[in-house]
């Protein structure tokens, strides 16, 4: 049996990203501990080569709760993506949106519920840098690109850093890696810019460059959490294109206060409230439902 396999049955013990005992093996079949303290770091097993999607289902949430101290951020919560979707999901101010985001991405551990990636990943049972290696990129709202190096540099360095790809730092790039590193720069518009220091882009440009430095690892699945907050109209609109190109090739699910950004981009949009769905349908659909409406504007 694989480690795949083994990932993906049932482990006895692996709550809240603890792992069993060292010398407890529950089943003949579970692995030793060497292997599992490498599963634990997040060094190989589940890549995206193993994402089934055959459904056409990238994401799925059933019945999803997460409590904070009694308070129900999430209240069952069910929610699919499909592959190659573009997805918005909005929302009032504390409806649940990043919680829903921190559990995918296995920051926050479900009190309840299912979450798998695909048909076969069963997200609560992976450690963070796990899921990330599975194929989730998740950007987050302040970008955490390195200042002094270049862009085209911080393209380079979150390549390398890619596990999957086994360089070192030092390693000299080949023509098929400056030409993916050029084609990404390309892709999020700072062609042009690829030389200067990443410290001196504007606000909207750090932004783009951390989505690529996102994509040189190559998710299947991007969450993106306010993406254009604080970016000019121009920026906002590339942001827009941007995604629009990223659709389809890549499954994106995008949490966004600016209803003109969504607006732009929305095919099937979400709204979160208290925790679960209140409306799900085409942006004219939802902005129709008078349980939106009410939820927007009755307070
Ligand atoms: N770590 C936490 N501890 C306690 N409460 C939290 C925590 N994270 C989120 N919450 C609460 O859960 C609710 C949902 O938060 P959040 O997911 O951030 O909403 P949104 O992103 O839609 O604004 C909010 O009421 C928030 O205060
Ligand atoms: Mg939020």
């Not at 709204?271 to 004219?284: C, K």
């Amino acid at each position: 049996m694989g480690e795949k396999d083994v990932m993906l049955s049932e482990p006895p013990a692996a709550v809240e990203g603890r792992l069993p005992d060292p010398d407890h093996r529950p089943w003949p079949w579970w692995p030793p501990a060497p292997a599992r303290k490498e599963m634990a770091s997040g060094a190989g097993n589940i890549d995206s080569t193993q994402l089934d999607v055959r459904h056409g289902v990238v994401l799925y949430l059933d019945d999803i709760s997460v409590s904070f101290d009694g308070f129900k951020a999430l209240n069952k919560l069910s929610l699919s993506i499909d592959a190659g979707e573009l997805r918005c999901v909005i929302g009032p101010n504390g409806a649940g949106k990043t919680t829903m985001m921190d559990v995918i991405t296995g920051k926050t551990r479900p009190d309840a519920g299912k979450a798998f990636f695909g048909t076969t990943i069963d997200l609560t049972k992976l450690t963070e840098p796990q899921i990330a290696h599975a194929g989730i990129g998740r950007k987050f709202q302040k970008p955490t690109i390195f200042e002094h190096h270049t862009a085209f540099e911080n393209l380079e360095l979150s390549m390398k850093a890619d596990k999957r790809v086994r360089k070192t730092l030092f390693a000299k790039l080949s023509p098929e890696e400056r030409d993916r590193i050029a084609t990404t720069l390309a892709q999020i518009r700072l062609d042009d810019s690829a030389d200067r220091p990443a410290g001196l882009l504007s606000h909207g440009q750090k932004q783009w460059l951390e989505i690529g430095m996102l994509l040189m690892q190559e998710p299947k699945l991007l969450l993106l959490d306010e993406p254009v907050a604080g970016m000019s109209d121009e920026e906002t609109e590339r942001t827009a294109e941007l995604f629009l190109t990223l659709a389809g090739t890549h499954s994106l699910v995008v949490v966004e206060h600016d209803m003109s950004f969504i607006a732009r981009i929305a095919r099937k949009v979400t709204v979160l409230h208290e925790g679960s769905v209140l409306a799900e349908g085409t942006l004219d659909t939802v902005q129709n439902d008078p349980r939106v409406i009410e939820v927007y504007l009755g307070r």
